[in-house]
């Protein structure tokens, strides 16, 4: 090889190794224990000692993707998740449209310092407070929904808020020096502007951010325990069977995974994540 050629490549090898460590991590502390849980979800437990057998059997699995009342809590956490989503985004796309093009600069790291602070709480703080906002005789006397579906997608977009504010904030900043310009100077008036420019391209902002907030979501079992009544998601399957049988909370855990795929696969195929 020459000279020339090992130059050429000397950053992208400079690159690959240091990303080296960082795959290793992510490998140990993320693809492994998945590949665990995997496996577990095809062991069994004895029903007189409650102790794990490891002899491979797919009944867990087949139980769990084949019961009508497991695939409802699936589809419910799903729409869950949809709903909070689809919520932040209402309310991410204008508030973000402000910070980056109607506020000052002198203002805007102000408003991303606000918006972050939530982040500092402690997450039961947070929810806890939403429980006393909505209880029937909180403070929002004849206006609150109560416990309930509506209490839950309320209290988690409030909690995962930020995490799709701050994509579409990056995403609408980069444009402010250029395609807005450009759309000015054509003649474009500021709603056409941002009608024709910015929403087109907030796709992969927008994606970036439903990844968040759908996912954290998804996996959610806390605040549906306080805010939900007795409704039931996902996590809570997974946390009331996690002592008593782990290869069945483990086959129930495959659940969210495989709608996280199926998520993920979607947003890829629309060419989104290829824009980040």
Not at 104 to 130: D, E, F, H, I, Q
Not at 192 to 216: C, K
Request: a positive charge; charged letters at 10%; hydrophobic letters at 55%.
């Amino acid at each position: 090889m020459s000279l020339a050629a090992v130059l050429h490549r000397r950053p992208a090898l400079r690159v690959s190794g240091l990303l080296t460590p960082a795959l290793l991590w992510l490998g140990l502390l993320y693809v492994v224990p998945l590949g665990f849980l995997l496996v577990t979800a095809f062991f069994d437990t004895d029903s007189f000692t409650g102790r794990i057998t490891y002899t491979l059997t797919p009944a867990n699995v087949v139980d769990v993707l084949t019961t009508p009342a497991y695939l409802l809590v699936a589809l419910r956490t799903v729409g869950v998740a949809a709903g909070v989503t689809v919520l932040c985004v209402a309310l991410a796309v204008p508030l973000a449209t402000y910070m980056a093009l109607v506020a000052r600069p002198a203002r805007r790291p102000a408003l991303v310092a606000l918006v972050l602070t939530p982040l500092w709480a402690s997450y039961l703080v947070k929810v806890y407070a939403w429980r006393i906002l909505l209880a029937p005789e909180g403070p929002l006397v004849g206006l609150s929904p109560g416990y309930g579906w509506v209490a839950v997608v309320l209290t988690l977009t409030y909690l995962w808020l930020p995490y799709m504010v701050l994509p579409v904030y990056a995403g609408i900043d980069t444009m402010r020096g250029s395609f807005l310009e450009a759309a000015s100077d054509l003649g474009a008036r500021p709603w056409a502007a941002f009608r024709t420019v910015v929403v087109p391209l907030l796709g992969p902002a927008v994606a970036a951010g439903s990844v968040f907030t759908f996912s954290l979501s998804l996996g959610d079992y806390i605040t549906v325990q306080l805010v939900g009544g007795t409704n039931q998601m996902l996590g809570n399957l997974v946390y009331t069977n996690f002592s008593t049988d782990l290869p069945f909370a483990a086959a129930v855990a495959l659940l969210p995974l495989i709608v996280m795929a199926a998520y993920l696969a979607t947003i890829r195929r629309t060419g989104a994540l290829e824009r980040l």
